[in-house]
């Protein structure tokens, strides 16, 4: 069983920064991928980034080069630093994990085993 925990979402303009951070806790969280997905009003979720147990990344193509996934391991933590931000990132953005290889968890019929709550992000111009 492993629980989830999301923070650091807020408001900010467009072209500003975010970081996000998912506390993990419950089984080592070091055997599971864990991942940052999110869902805008009136849209399907999508994944945005994974981050292996070894370490592999993972990015949809509209958040590469402005997202990076990365983890302390110390702190059970994993984080999502959002740069360049855009009004089409705004959503609820949840962070989940699973067994699975995490670019198998990006792909549109994936559901990991299991999610945090989700916390909101908003972008404005």
């Known amino acids: 069983q492993v629980h989830l925990a999301e923070s650091g979402g807020g408001s900010v303009q467009v072209g500003g920064s975010l970081r996000l951070s998912c506390a993990v806790s419950g089984d080592s969280y070091t055997k599971y991928s864990v991942g940052w997905f999110r869902q805008a009003a009136g849209k399907s979720r999508e994944g945005v980034a994974t981050v292996d147990s070894d370490g592999s990344t993972s990015y949809v193509d509209s958040v590469k080069g402005r997202f990076t996934i990365s983890q302390n391991t110390a702190k059970n933590t994993v984080y999502l630093q959002m740069n360049s931000l855009k009004p089409e990132d705004s959503a609820i953005y949840y962070c989940?994990?699973?067994?699975?290889?995490?670019?198998?968890?990006?792909?549109?019929?994936?559901?990991?085993?299991?999610w945090g709550r989700g916390t909101r992000v908003t972008v404005s111009s």
């Open positions: 989940a994990a699973d067994r699975a290889a995490g670019w198998w968890l990006l792909q549109p019929s994936a559901n990991a085993a299991y």
